[in-house]
């Protein structure tokens, strides 16, 4: 017998049949073995329909927190700043016929109003990238949700971004790709909707949009892939522009050639898209042809000439007060020069000849100090037409053309005798200043009637001419008798007539001293030939300009054009002018007449032979061309010795040959005129081929050099004087005070 402890088998737990539910305890117990009772058609109802109700709700939970996020979405995201990429734009330099000079900038961008793009462009673009601009809200829930399932189905990226979104993109936000970014699209997109106009906007994404070859905004590459203004492209370059946006350097066809049937295959998307929205007639379609661009080219930069002259008129347009230099940093601007490409390439061309290809520091250290600087303007209006600056910009920085350091020398000389004529002056001996008039040429010899310091220049070489008229001490650059002159007119009068002229009142050096006729003063080469042109324009001055036109985002900044003035009476200047003619047919400027054309001009070389310069024109066009010596390294002065392979360089030498080349090339289009003067009284025979009247001089040379001292300024006073007594006939030579 055994015994066994707990619970009988008949206790055990069993576990629950199928369908089995827990008794109410408060019910008897049913028989064993009875089945469930069946449940009722309503309790069998009642499940799928609560799954419905908690679908529903859940569904009604979603839509409300979309709503929520919607509202806070479009409440808490507010319409940023550009981005400094968006509005960065290059400044557009132009030569005076529209073709790029250069640009100045990180970002190759020019904003354009909407009105200057073809409207046959414009549709080109909505064509490619969303025909229903017009008609369809900020954003397209569809087409995002239709580009999303495309993505992730392997059909391709799409990004199902409408024109606003895009321009979003670019110009609030960045090209990252996050949700956040997508996000903060979104509702900058409906916001920018309800508060721009659709122009607006197209005008933006036109702005904005990048096409390739650093080309932003539709400006940029209408100049980078056909050479033009946007408002010259026609439907089937735009057609080709509006292809890029999809994928720029994919079906740029010069670059890529290969992609050459795909960048097609696109442009026809493009044109067929026109004509189904009815932008393009079927006829139109058929004749368009495919717009080959041109080959790519590297951004215009500042290397060259490009970078003086981009300077030049950075520095016109801020000295004026046209453009602060902060709001011109800032970029957008659309500056067209006065400038000639023709004549730029011409000028460029004649220092490369007559210098640069010249020079051999290897053989002759000197050569390793040389620069040049020129600049050309016209005398009808004071149009800068073309400047040289150095070498290279981005090697030597300094424009040559514009800096104010080095002396003109005899190149002022033709400013005292106009000073002269303009002001009736006379000798200490009383006789009027013509060009007749016999001065002392003696070496050394002591200026007379001046109260300050002893004053006894040097000649060239120390050569000394005994009595000479002042045409012919014009002609060979005769020291002593210019200085004396300086005193005679009244180095203010001297001094008064130069600013007349065009030289700044500012310019250092320019003292009121009898030195100031030997050029101590130091003008800038622009400076002179601004100076010059005015000789040329028969004494009438208009200030120098370097811009005809200046724009930004299409409105026009352009100041009125100051009016010319009568500067000197025209008597003063024509008579100047019949004088320099004579320095170039037989004084030290012959090396002009390769120009081919009526002349005039002077010679001039600073103190130590440190610059050597020939300021020239002819009616139509004045031009200073200077060379300068100045250590690369230390940026000291240097004279000139032994340049070129020259013992000396002088402004009848090499500075004299470019400006001949380069007159003889600017003007090639242009039949030769002579000068029409009208010269002072007793004087009218003076004129080329007259100098065998004059006495010749005791020894010519062909040299001359500048002295050095100080500076001041004053207005221009007083008119031509009346008409002069003409001496010709030899006088006794004159060595010390008045004569008797």
């Known amino acids: 017998m055994s015994l066994s402890f707990g619970m009988s088998d008949s206790d055990t737990p069993r576990p629950p049949r199928p369908g089995w539910e827990p008794r109410d305890p408060t019910l008897p117990a049913l028989p064993a073995g009875t089945p469930?009772?069946?449940?009722?058609?309503?309790?069998?109802?009642?499940?799928?329909?609560?799954?419905?109700?908690?679908?529903?709700?859940?569904?009604?939970?979603g839509v409300l927190l979309l709503a929520g996020a919607f509202a806070?979405?479009?409440?808490?995201?507010?319409?940023?700043?550009?981005?400094?990429?968006?509005?960065?734009?290059?400044?557009?330099?132009?030569?005076?016929?529209?073709?790029?000079?250069?640009?100045?900038?990180?970002?190759?961008?020019?904003?354009?109003?909407?009105?200057?793009?073809?409207?046959?462009?414009?549709?080109?673009?909505?064509?490619?990238?969303?025909?229903?601009?017009?008609?369809?809200?900020?954003?397209?829930?569809?087409?995002?949700?239709?580009?999303?399932?495309?993505?992730?189905?392997?059909?391709?990226?799409?990004?199902?971004?409408?024109?606003?979104?895009?321009?979003?993109?670019?110009?609030?936000?960045?090209?990252?790709?996050?949700?956040?970014?997508?996000?903060?699209?979104?509702?900058?997109?409906?916001?920018?909707?309800?508060?721009?106009?659709?122009?607006?906007?197209?005008?933006?994404?036109?702005?904005?949009?990048?096409?390739?070859?650093?080309?932003?905004?539709?400006?940029?590459?209408?100049?980078?892939?056909?050479?033009?203004?946007?408002?010259?492209?026609?439907?089937?370059?735009?057609?080709?522009?509006?292809?890029?946006?999809?994928?720029?350097?994919?079906?740029?066809?010069?670059?890529?050639?290969?992609?050459?049937?795909k960048a097609v295959a696109r442009w026809h998307y493009v044109l067929d898209g026109m004509v189904t929205e009815g932008w393009l007639t079927p006829a139109d379609r058929a004749t368009a042809r495919f717009p080959a661009p041109q080959t790519a080219r590297p951004a215009t930069g500042l290397s060259g000439q490009r970078g003086y002259l981009v300077q030049a008129v950075e520095e016109y347009l801020t000295d004026r007060g046209i453009v602060d230099e902060k709001t011109l940093a800032g970029g957008g601007f659309r500056i067209t020069t006065t400038l000639e490409p023709a004549k730029q390439d011409a000028l460029v061309q004649a220092v490369e000849d007559r210098v640069t290809s010249r020079l051999d520091p290897a053989s002759a250290p000197a050569d390793r100090y040389v620069r040049v600087g020129a600049a050309a303007v016209d005398p009808a209006n004071g149009h800068v037409l073309a400047m040289y600056g150095g070498i290279d910009y981005t090697q030597q920085y300094v424009n040559n053309?514009?800096?104010?350091?080095?002396?003109?020398?005899?190149?002022?000389?033709?400013?005292?005798?106009?000073?002269?004529?303009?002001?009736?002056?006379q000798t200490q001996y009383g006789e009027p200043i013509t060009p007749y008039t016999l001065y002392d040429g003696t070496n050394r010899r002591p200026v007379e009637g001046w109260n300050g310091s002893p004053y006894d220049p040097a000649n060239e070489d120390d050569?000394?001419?005994?009595?000479?008229?002042?045409?012919?001490?014009?002609?060979?650059?005769?020291?002593?008798?210019?200085?004396?002159?300086?005193?005679d007119v009244g180095p203010g009068h001297v001094r008064r007539t130069a600013v007349a002229l065009g030289l700044p009142g500012s310019t250092p050096d320019l003292t009121a001293s009898p030195s100031i006729a030997l050029g101590p003063a130091t003008a800038s080469v622009l400076d002179m030939?601004?100076?010059?042109?005015t000789l040329a324009a028969h004494g009438r001055h208009g200030?120098?300009?370097?811009?005809?036109?200046?724009?930004?985002?299409?409105?026009?900044?352009?100041?009125?054009?100051?009016?010319?003035?009568?500067?000197?009476?025209?008597?003063?200047?024509?008579?100047?002018?019949?004088?320099?003619?004579?320095?170039?047919?037989?004084?030290?400027?012959?090396?002009?007449?390769?120009?081919?054309?009526?002349?005039?001009?002077?010679?001039?070389?600073?103190?130590?032979?440190?610059?050597?310069?020939?300021?020239?024109?002819?009616?139509?066009?004045?031009?200073?061309?200077?060379m300068m010596g100045q250590d690369p390294e230390s940026a000291r002065q240097e004279p000139l010795y032994g340049a070129l392979g020259l013992p000396r360089i002088n402004g009848g030498g090499a500075p004299?040959?470019?400006?001949?080349?380069?007159?003889?090339?600017?003007?090639?289009?242009?039949?030769?005129?002579?000068?029409?003067?009208?010269?002072?009284?007793?004087?009218?025979?003076?004129?080329?081929?007259?100098?065998?009247?004059?006495?010749?001089?005791?020894?010519?040379?062909?040299?001359?050099?500048?002295?050095?001292e100080e500076s001041e300024e004053g207005p221009l006073t007083g008119e031509a004087g009346p008409g002069a007594v003409v001496s010709r006939s030899p006088q006794p030579p004159r060595t010390g005070g008045p004569r008797q």
């Open 36 to 61: 469930p009772a069946p449940r009722s058609r309503r309790a069998r109802r009642s499940r799928p329909r609560r799954v419905l109700r908690a679908l529903a709700g859940l569904l009604l939970l």
């Open 72 to 261: 806070a979405g479009y409440l808490l995201v507010e319409i940023p700043p550009a981005n400094s990429a968006a509005v960065a734009q290059s400044n557009v330099y132009l030569y005076r016929d529209g073709t790029p000079l250069a640009r100045d900038g990180e970002v190759n961008r020019e904003n354009v109003p909407l009105d200057r793009v073809p409207l046959a462009v414009r549709q080109a673009v909505l064509a490619a990238e969303d025909r229903d601009f017009h008609t369809s809200r900020a954003v397209d829930p569809k087409a995002m949700l239709r580009a999303a399932w495309n993505t992730v189905t392997g059909k391709g990226r799409q990004s199902g971004s409408t024109i606003t979104q895009q321009y979003v993109k670019n110009y609030y936000l960045g090209q990252e790709q996050t949700l956040t970014r997508k996000a903060k699209e979104f509702f900058i997109a409906i916001r920018l909707g309800r508060e721009k106009s659709k122009e607006e906007i197209l005008q933006g994404y036109l702005n904005t949009s990048y096409f390739g070859r650093n080309a932003y905004g539709l400006q940029a590459a209408a100049r980078a892939y056909y050479g033009k203004d946007v408002e010259h492209l026609d439907t089937a370059e735009g057609a080709y522009l509006a292809s890029l946006l999809k994928a720029p350097s994919a079906y740029d066809v010069t670059t890529h050639p290969e992609n050459h049937a």
């Open 401 to 425: 053309a514009t800096r104010r350091d080095y002396q003109v020398g005899s190149t002022f000389k033709p400013f005292v005798f106009t000073a002269a004529v303009q002001n009736g002056a």
């Open 463 to 487: 050569e000394s001419y005994g009595e000479i008229p002042v045409g012919t001490a014009t002609d060979l650059s005769v020291n002593a008798v210019y200085a004396q002159m300086a005193v």
């Open 529 to 533: 030939a601004t100076a010059y042109a």
């Open 543 to 626: 200030a120098y300009t370097l811009v005809e036109r200046i724009t930004r985002d299409g409105h026009d900044l352009t100041p009125p054009a100051a009016p010319a003035r009568q500067a000197v009476s025209r008597e003063a200047a024509d008579t100047t002018t019949a004088i320099l003619r004579s320095v170039v047919e037989t004084g030290t400027g012959t090396a002009a007449q390769t120009a081919g054309r009526p002349a005039a001009g002077k010679t001039g070389t600073a103190e130590d032979d440190k610059a050597a310069w020939f300021a020239g024109y002819t009616p139509e066009l004045a031009t200073v061309v200077a």
């Open 656 to 708: 004299a040959e470019i400006w001949g080349q380069f007159t003889r090339e600017a003007l090639a289009a242009t039949p030769p005129r002579d000068f029409d003067l009208r010269l002072m009284p007793g004087t009218e025979e003076m004129m080329p081929g007259a100098e065998e009247m004059m006495p010749e001089p005791a020894m010519p040379d062909e040299d001359e050099w500048g002295g050095t």
